[in-house]
């Protein structure tokens, strides 16, 4: 190990007391060797965003052009920096993310760093190992917390400081990890018999671990989180009392596949117990993987209003571990039982199961899109499960907008923790055989590359917006009265779930050109369009987040496509019907990264002394922190208790847009050297705050 990444391992496992002399040493020893200082968490304020080409010299370390027409950003908090009292790292590169308050004086961001280890493509692509309670480590992605004066950070976007002044501490979200088995990770061993030595991605269902091929063997830790991407924090009761979660949760997933790390590539991954899907209690620092949440590794999981107390419904978005086609899923849940579906007895049920059951985690379907088949035949030339007819669809101009679908379960259900089967031989295989068609209808099936979800903020309402990523579009889906589907569901899992599906934005040239007020400039031209398809529409959405204000309702969508004149970030207003205000326009953000990006052209980076090389970046999500950091015009905050519940989507739909404040990220995997490599890092990155000023529409 380097001397950076031994100093966050003894932080990581010996904890906070015995590193201060560690820390202190380590500062010696950089300066002996002419290494750069630790930078505090907070300490950056140089963006990473730009407004596009700079017309002056660029300084490592300071910004570029950040002229933005239409919003304000402000770095909070940059990978690479160390938190001088425990002396952990930040890691990279950052994505999902989400704020609440631990207190009434405390806001507590969160963020998780998509990170792939050996398979990465950093400097020094395996991050410093994240010990568990039970002495376990994992190298892979982390996922942050830091916790800020609440205070400061609602003055902060009018000041001139730094956030270094208003961080309070620093750590993980969790430091104990249940595998798929139900067993407490404890270690690492190679006897099947020792359930709780195992993590799921490298271990078949009868507890055989297979050890990657020598090429991407860890070095740093017993096993590693593979790509935590995005994520969605959920409080209780949000929906109102007794309607969604019980408890404070945060919810991830390992994505895509692993396959390469195999001997025998995909098979092998295949025979393992796939990707978790990991739900987090906050209260108790414990994360669950949940496999009846499925274990083809999803981009992101996302609830929306079940309207019903003994119902939680999930969307699943995005991949199938490697296998194409498949549908657009969700997921439904019956709380408050166990797996066989029998009612939970909490007198004698263990920590896990009463946490699972009581948030319907253990009981539950995963329900693909369906369509009935002369309407199939409507939207695409061939009806065939086989082919990714959704794709066709999204990209045929002239198709119908909307059309009717339902929500149908695949023949497979999670049995329980003594019958947890490999990846393969769950629902993964099935969408597309043709005895799995529900009766009439055939599985409205695509790419698998479905990234962020949005859900419609408006707690009367059950629907949500998708990103279809690899095509290029939006779908917007509305289930309608859900709680009365529930109801009359009588008491078990819904058979099938009526859906009316809109295309609110379709894959095709000339679909979307973005507002840029004049700012914005690339290399032959503007970010209006993308320039490096050369096409007027969305290019691989990405980040997808649906807010309120008192103006009406928006979308801020990232896109992750390999831009070379930077990825874009930008907001589309909708109207009720889920349409875009103003058809084919929206407001363009920023812009970031890309090989013809001004700050890599001159090899600078936000940090300093971070960058590696010119390549492009990503934008990945967002986050309303308005309601937490709104005062009342007394000047006192929002108690917490105001905000539980339903309290906070209220504050929030009442501010105007102008005053609205978000949390986002950025990935920059071109500032990954220097302290990002040297402290164990991986990828660079930046977490940010921001404003949208758009202007004022008749």
Known sequence: MKPRQILNHSAAVLGVAAVTSILLAASIDAKANGQVKPVGIGTTTALIAEAGLATGELTDGQSANVDFPFANFKAIATVGEVDAANGLALTGYPDGQAAYLIDEETVRVVYQSESYATMGRAP?????????????????SHIHTIDYDRASMAGFMKSEASAAGMVKDSGKLFDKVYNAFGELVTGRSHDPADLGAKWGNQTRADGTLIQFSEKFRLSEADYFFQSFCGAWYEPANKYGDGIGFADDTWLTAEEWSIGRMFPASQA?????????????????????????????????????????????????????????????????????????????????????????????????????????????????????????????????ADAPSTFQGIFVPSSYQWGGWDETVAVQDTEMMLWEKAEEQPEGHTYFNGDSKTEHPASDPDIRNSRYVQNMTQ???????????????????????????????????????????????????????????????????????????????ADGDYLILDEDSGNDFGERKYVLP???????????????????????????????????????????????????????????????????????????????????????????????RPESSGPVAENGGDAGGQIFMFNIDLPVTE
């Open 124 to 140: 020094s692509p395996e991050t410093y190992p994240w010990a568990m309670e039970s002495g376990v480590t994992f190298t892979g």
């Open 268 to 396: 092998d991954a295949n025979a393992t117990l796939g990707l978790a899907s990991i739900v987090v209690d906050i209260a108790s620092e414990t994360a669950y993987t949940v496999p009846a949440l499925g274990q083809t590794g999803y981009e992101k999981m996302m609830p929306i209003n079940p309207g019903h107390k003994d119902y939680v419904v999930l969307v699943m978005a995005g991949y199938n571990h490697s296998q194409e086609p498949a549908p657009n899923r969700i997921y439904v849940g019956m709380k408050n039982r166990m797996a066989d579906g029998s009612a939970i007895d909490y007198n004698s049920a263990s920590e896990r199961d009463a946490f699972l059951g009581r948030n319907g985690l253990l009981y539950g379907k995963i329900y693909g899109l369906a369509v009935q088949n002369d309407v199939l035949s409507t939207l695409v030339e061939t009806p065939d499960p086989s082919a990714k007819m959704l794709d066709a669809y999204l990209t045929n």
């Open 471 to 549: 095509e290029g579009g939006l779908l917007a889906f509305d289930l309608g009265d859900l709680g009365a589907a529930l109801t009359s569901a009588n008491g078990e899992l819904p058979a099938m779930l009526d859906v009316q599906v809109k295309r609110t934005v379709a894959a095709v040239d000339g679909s979307l050109t973005l507002k840029t007020d004049g700012q914005f400039k690339t290399v032959d031209g503007d970010a209006s369009i993308h320039m490096k398809e050369g096409v007027a529409k969305i290019v691989a959405p990405d980040g997808l987040y649906w807010f309120k204000s």
């Open 574 to 668: 909708i109207n009720a019907e889920m349409d875009l205000v103003e058809p084919g326009s929206g407001y363009l953000l920023a812009i970031a990264g890309g090989k013809h990006s001004s700050r890599y052209q001159a090899g600078v980076s936000a940090l300093g002394g971070a960058f590696t090389k010119a390549g492009t970046t990503e934008f990945s999500g967002s986050w309303s922190m308005t309601a937490m950091l709104s005062q009342k015009e007394d000047g006192s905050f929002y108690s917490m208790d105001e905000l539980a519940g339903t309290g906070t989507q209220e504050i929030e739909s009442s501010v105007p847009t102008a005053e609205q404040t978000f949390l986002g990220v950025v990935q920059a």
